[in-house]
């Protein structure tokens, strides 16, 4: 399991800044969860603006 960010990102960064493990980085269309990092913590989603990042 791992969260995902979805086509809503504006990349703003604010999740990458604040997961504990550094799973976030800024892909290629918005910011990207790498799966085999994230702990599932739901930081990012409560940090996001949009709610882009939500659990899979
Ligand atoms: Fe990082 Fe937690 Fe978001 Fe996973 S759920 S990407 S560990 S902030
Ligand atoms: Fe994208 Fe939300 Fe992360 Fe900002 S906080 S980079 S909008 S997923």
Same mark, same amino acid.
């Given at each position: 399991?791992?969260?995902? *960010?979805? !086509? !809503?990102? *504006?990349?703003?960064?604010?999740? $990458?800044?604040?997961?504990?493990?550094? $799973? *976030?980085?800024?892909?290629?269309?918005?910011?990207? *969860?790498?799966? !085999?990092?994230?702990? !599932?913590?739901?930081?990012? $989603?409560?940090?996001?603006?949009?709610? $882009?990042?939500?659990?899979?």
């Amino acid at each position: 399991m791992a969260y995902v *960010i979805n !086509d !809503d990102c *504006i990349s703003c960064g604010a999740c $990458a800044a604040g997961c504990p493990v550094e $799973a *976030i980085s800024e892909g290629a269309a918005h910011y990207e *969860i790498n799966a !085999d990092v994230c702990v !599932d913590c739901g930081a990012c $989603a409560g940090t996001c603006p949009v709610g $882009a990042p939500n659990p899979q």
